[in-house]
């Protein structure tokens, strides 16, 4: 994959996201029982968006040059973007305002400050980590990286989550309970930083590793989807205390523009509680293994360190069997 085109990003935006609304749900007459078009007609949004059937074609064309904010909004309505979509919708107009220079336009950042990593060390009974657009994990504290030890098994660095999710799918199904809305949101989150960097060299070069070895990736990709990383809930299959329902958070670090923190907690008393204090004694008596040679998978290490204590300890294949 050599670029991200943002014409045709615009193309296969507006058209897929007019696709999908009928007339009935915009309060339109379906005049005549054969319809051709899936969804509206140009001329429809036209009409409810306000503008001439002239320059919405050329807006689909993919030219928002000229867009107003105004017309850009009034656009987001007639499609009835959320706020994630509206969000991409004015990244895309930016840059066709601005394509003809890349002057200021910086790549996903890859690397904290010494700060905000004694920020995350301070954090001893959460897992948290900061991840850039392209959901590398930039950094973690102790926890965060016993809790996503099955992400950082591999050698490569930055690991990156949708690396995992879409070419290790055994591991990463095994590991995540929702791992269907994981590859859907991992997909539509990378859409949506192609809006905003689509000439980050990382991420069209990550784009196109994803796109030639994942058929799964290039359909999900295809549907132009676009969302923000949710708050909620993260449920896991961890190799060493088994099953946590984590709560989610999530927060933009404004000192790091590009850079957000991803903190999980459990209520205390609750099974993920106790589960999470048992993690925290494991990743200490991991600290050293972690930056070691060979870098042996979760299960091994599990198996070594926990396999006498019982069902939270013993391996994948015997918590199934």
């Known amino acids: 994959m050599?670029?991200?085109?943002?014409?045709?990003?615009?193309?296969?935006?507006?058209?897929?996201?007019?696709?999908?609304?009928?007339?009935?749900?915009?309060?339109?007459?379906?005049?005549?029982?054969?319809?051709?078009?899936?969804?509206?007609?140009?001329?429809?949004?036209?009409?409810?968006?306000g503008v001439s059937v002239d320059y919405y074609i050329r807006m689909?064309?993919?030219?928002?040059?000229?867009?107003?904010?105004?017309?850009?909004?009034?656009l987001g309505d007639a499609l009835r973007l959320d706020e994630a979509e509206r969000a991409h919708l004015f990244a895309l107009a930016r840059e066709s305002?601005?394509?003809?220079?890349?002057?200021?336009?910086r790549a996903a950042p890859s690397t904290i400050r010494p700060a905000v990593q004694q920020v995350l060390d301070a954090m001893t009974?959460?897992?948290?980590?900061?991840?850039?657009?392209?959901?590398?994990?930039?950094?973690?504290?102790?926890?965060?990286?016993?809790?996503?030890?099955?992400?950082?098994?591999?050698?490569?660095?930055?690991?990156?989550?949708?690396?995992?999710?879409?070419?290790?799918?055994?591991?990463a199904e095994e590991f995540f309970v929702d791992h269907d809305r994981i590859a859907d949101d991992a997909a539509a989150m990378l859409r949506l930083e192609a809006g905003r960097n689509p000439h980050d060299k990382a991420l069209i070069e990550l784009v196109?590793?994803?796109?030639?070895?994942?058929?799964?990736?290039?359909?999900?990709w295809a549907s132009q989807d676009v969302k923000f990383h949710p708050s909620g809930r993260k449920r896991l299959r961890h190799p060493v205390v088994g099953r946590l329902d984590l709560d989610s958070e999530s927060m933009e670090l404004s000192s790091a523009p590009g850079l957000q923190l991803y903190v999980y907690t459990a209520a205390?008393?609750?099974?993920?509680?106790?589960?999470?204090?048992?993690?925290?004694?494991?990743?200490?008596?991991?600290?050293?293994?972690?930056?070691?040679?060979?870098?042996?998978?979760?299960?091994e290490a599990c198996e070594d360190v926990l396999g006498d204590r019982g069902a939270p300890g013993a391996s994948r294949r015997e918590r199934r069997a």
């Open 2 to 49: 050599g670029s991200i085109d943002p014409r045709n990003e615009i193309r296969e935006f507006l058209s897929t996201r007019r696709a999908r609304i009928t007339p009935d749900e915009a309060g339109l007459p379906a005049y005549g029982g054969n319809r051709r078009v899936k969804g509206l007609r140009r001329e429809e949004v036209a009409m409810l968006a």
């Open 60 to 74: 689909e064309r993919g030219s928002l040059a000229g867009a107003s904010d105004g017309v850009l909004e009034a």
């Open 97 to 105: 305002r601005t394509r003809s220079t890349r002057r200021g336009r």
């Open 125 to 171: 009974d959460a897992p948290a980590w900061v991840g850039n657009g392209r959901l590398d994990v930039v950094a973690t504290n102790r926890l965060a990286r016993a809790l996503y030890s099955p992400v950082l098994a591999a050698p490569r660095r930055p690991a990156n989550m949708p690396r995992f999710v879409y070419l290790n799918p055994e591991a």
């Open 208 to 220: 196109g590793e994803l796109s030639t070895r994942s058929e799964r990736f290039r359909r999900r």
């Open 268 to 299: 205390a008393g609750t099974p993920t509680a106790d589960a999470l204090t048992m993690l925290a004694s494991w990743a200490a008596s991991q600290d050293g293994a972690w930056e070691q040679g060979g870098r042996r998978g979760a299960e």
